[in-house]
């Protein structure tokens, strides 16, 4: 189905910082990516540009639109949703329906009720008299509810205790995903949606350190948790980076063939938020 987004040298500069730096990537249509970096490390940034709300350099289509020349088009196939997002406080929850009913084709109002009538959030109730978790509830039902080609989610649960996170990503995979549409997620909690991906991107300072499917991570890299003397033979073995586990330490590899490393403990592919300590961090 070709791709959905593509990236050439794309940069973001503020003043003498580079918040993204000249990376390359492409976007699969129908993946679920996940964006990881830590704070600072340009993902807002990055998904800001996507969507045309920032200047940039380089080259960028998305849905084979330029962004920031073709953004009113670009909004009829992309929804969005930020950390920051800000709800009309005076507003009443069923107002904000009709208004967005009624600028908006493709909102689809009886999915959104559906998505509410499962939360404490009730159309007579007022946006400034709603927790914060309900209003990222009513802002995802809004969100979730307009038939896009791409969804942008910018730490999608933040305010969510984890039982409404859980909720949420069940219901974004089963209600709102299929194979026709694109979403890129980007959180903190990357254990929790880790079961729901395609493809990673991880960023740091800028620059893209990875870009890949889940399937080839299966099958470049693994971890071995190796105890006692094996630890030592582990360690002068070219790998990414390591960690301290009971007994010894968990110490992933990319490339290096799995009998070579299976007389040395236990392998396993390893789990995203630790690829990305090594990658980034390396040994700790």
Same mark, same amino acid.
């Given at each position: 189905?070709?791709?959905?987004?593509?990236?050439?040298?794309?940069? *973001?500069?503020?003043?003498?910082?580079?918040?993204?730096?000249?990376?390359?990537?492409?976007?699969?249509?129908? $993946?679920?990516?996940?964006? &990881?970096?830590?704070?600072?490390?340009?993902?807002?940034?990055?998904?800001?540009?996507?969507?045309?709300?920032?200047?940039?350099?380089?080259?960028?289509?998305?849905?084979? @639109?330029?962004? *920031?020349?073709?953004?009113?088009?670009? !909004?009829?196939?992309?929804?969005?949703? #930020?950390?920051?997002?800000?709800? %009309? /406080?005076?507003?009443?929850?069923?107002?904000?329906?009709?208004? =967005?009913?009624?600028?908006?084709?493709?909102?689809?109002?009886?999915?959104?009720?559906?998505?509410?009538?499962? =939360?404490?959030?009730?159309?007579?109730?007022?946006?400034?008299?709603?927790?914060?978790?309900? !209003?990222?509830?009513?802002?995802? $039902?809004?969100?979730?509810?307009?038939?896009? /080609?791409?969804?942008?989610?910018?730490? %999608? =649960?933040?305010?969510?205790?984890?039982?409404?996170?859980?909720?949420?990503?069940?219901?974004?995979?089963?209600?709102?995903?299929?194979?026709?549409?694109?979403?890129?997620?980007?959180?903190?909690?990357?254990?929790? +949606?880790?079961?729901?991906?395609?493809?990673?991107?991880?960023?740091?300072?800028?620059?893209? +350190?990875?870009?890949?499917?889940?399937?080839?991570?299966?099958?470049?890299? +693994?971890?071995?948790?190796?105890?006692?003397? #094996?630890?030592?033979?582990?360690?002068?073995?070219?790998? @990414?980076?390591?960690?301290?586990?009971?007994?010894?330490?968990?110490? &992933?590899?990319?490339?290096?063939?799995?009998?070579?490393? #299976?007389?040395?403990?236990?392998?396993?592919?390893?789990?995203?938020?630790? @690829?990305?300590? #090594?990658?980034?961090?390396?040994?700790?």
């Amino acid at each position: 189905m070709g791709n959905i987004v593509e990236a050439k040298g794309l940069t *973001r500069r503020f003043g003498d910082l580079l918040a993204v730096d000249h990376v390359d990537f492409s976007i699969p249509a129908g $993946a679920v990516v996940g964006l &990881i970096g830590p704070n600072g490390a340009g993902k807002t940034t990055l998904l800001r540009s996507l969507l045309g709300l920032a200047d940039y350099q380089g080259d960028l289509e998305v849905l084979g @639109l330029v962004p *920031r020349r073709e953004r009113a088009r670009l !909004m009829q196939e992309v929804s969005f949703i #930020a950390d920051t997002a800000v709800l %009309p /406080r005076w507003a009443r929850v069923g107002e904000l329906l009709d208004y =967005t009913e009624g600028v908006h084709p493709q909102f689809d109002r009886q999915r959104a009720e559906r998505f509410l009538s499962t =939360t404490d959030v009730t159309p007579k109730r007022r946006v400034r008299d709603l927790s914060k978790g309900m !209003m990222v509830q009513l802002h995802l $039902a809004l969100v979730m509810s307009i038939d896009a /080609r791409l969804l942008v989610l910018d730490e %999608p =649960t933040l305010g969510l205790d984890l039982l409404f996170r859980k909720r949420f990503y069940e219901q974004l995979m089963t209600d709102y995903y299929d194979e026709e549409r694109t979403i890129v997620i980007s959180t903190h909690q990357v254990d929790e +949606v880790q079961h729901i991906l395609t493809d990673v991107m991880f960023i740091n300072r800028g620059k893209l +350190v990875l870009s890949r499917s889940m399937q080839d991570i299966e099958e470049n890299f +693994v971890q071995l948790n190796a105890v006692g003397g #094996a630890v030592d033979k582990a360690l002068s073995l070219p790998h @990414l980076g390591s960690h301290s586990i009971l007994g010894g330490r968990a110490i &992933i590899f990319e490339g290096l063939e799995r009998s070579t490393l #299976a007389p040395l403990g236990e392998l396993r592919t390893p789990s995203i938020s630790d @690829l990305f300590v #090594a990658m980034v961090g390396g040994d700790n």
